[in-house]
């Protein structure tokens, strides 16, 4: 099946420090990305959803200038936290939209993002 | 009303016996019907998606969607102590899923 890479899968930062996260299709091109995040014990949230070539979509309650999505080519999405402060300690989670002959969402391996 | 609402549990049944997993969603425009198992500190994986009103068996798994009722379940036969995760419900409309808060099931064995 389609693999979709995640990185990093944990990262530790300061408080007004930024985080960039990147997700990457492997073997298929991925014209749309889901960025989720999820708070322990709750379900996933859509953050966004990424364009290749275009601006990302915003959620209603998500800060566009705080989480500053690029999908800058077809095969890589990148999520920054800009300004991170300890509530956005979550894990995040992104996945794309498969290849034509396998229509489903595949997901990554998720990043647990920790702000002291 | 939220758009997907699942019992949150726990649920714990005995190792072999059937876990029974409900689901209603509002979204009417909803297409098909995904079901995510989430290990604790881990990323969905996929296990069931269905697309057609009845039943669709994949091994131990069944998935039985009613979309005059929308409402989508999942039984899981022969229950493992592996299967003890959390079971997300995910209706898709136009590649955007809404996600459910889970149903954590527990295994005993």
């Known amino acids: 099946g389609a693999v979709v890479s995640q990185h990093p899968s944990r990262v530790i930062c300061k408080s007004g420090t930024s985080v960039k996260i990147e997700c990457r299709s492997l073997?298929?091109?991925?014209?749309?990305m889901f960025w989720y995040r999820q708070f322990p014990k709750q379900s996933l949230m859509l953050m966004a959803t990424?364009?290749?070539?275009?601006?990302?979509?915003?959620e209603q309650g998500v800060e566009k200038d705080k989480f500053l999505i690029n999908h800058a080519s077809l095969t890589l999405s990148t999520l920054t936290v800009t300004s991170a402060h300890p509530e956005d300690s979550s894990f995040y989670i992104c996945?794309?939209?498969?290849?034509?002959?396998?229509?489903?969402?595949?997901f990554g391996s998720g990043t647990q993002l920790s702000v002291l | 009303q939220k758009e997907v609402e699942q019992n949150s549990g726990p649920l714990s049944v005995p190792e072999g016996a059937i876990a029974s997993l409900n689901c209603t969603y509002s979204d009417r425009g909803s297409q098909s019907f995904f079901w995510y198992r989430q290990y604790s500190g881990k990323s969905p994986e996929l296990i069931m998606f269905i697309y057609s009103n009845g039943d669709k068996e994949d091994g131990r798994f069944t998935a039985q969607l009613n979309k005059a009722s929308q409402y989508v379940s999942l039984l899981i036969r022969d229950s493992q102590p592996s299967d003890s995760a959390t079971y997300l419900c995910a209706p898709r409309n136009d590649y955007k899923l809404s996600f459910g808060a889970g149903t954590t099931v527990t295994v005993r064995a």
């Open positions: 073997d298929f091109q991925a014209t749309t």
């Open positions: 996945s794309a939209r498969g290849p034509p002959a396998n229509e489903k969402l595949f």
């Open positions: 990424s364009n290749e070539g275009s601006k990302a979509t915003y």
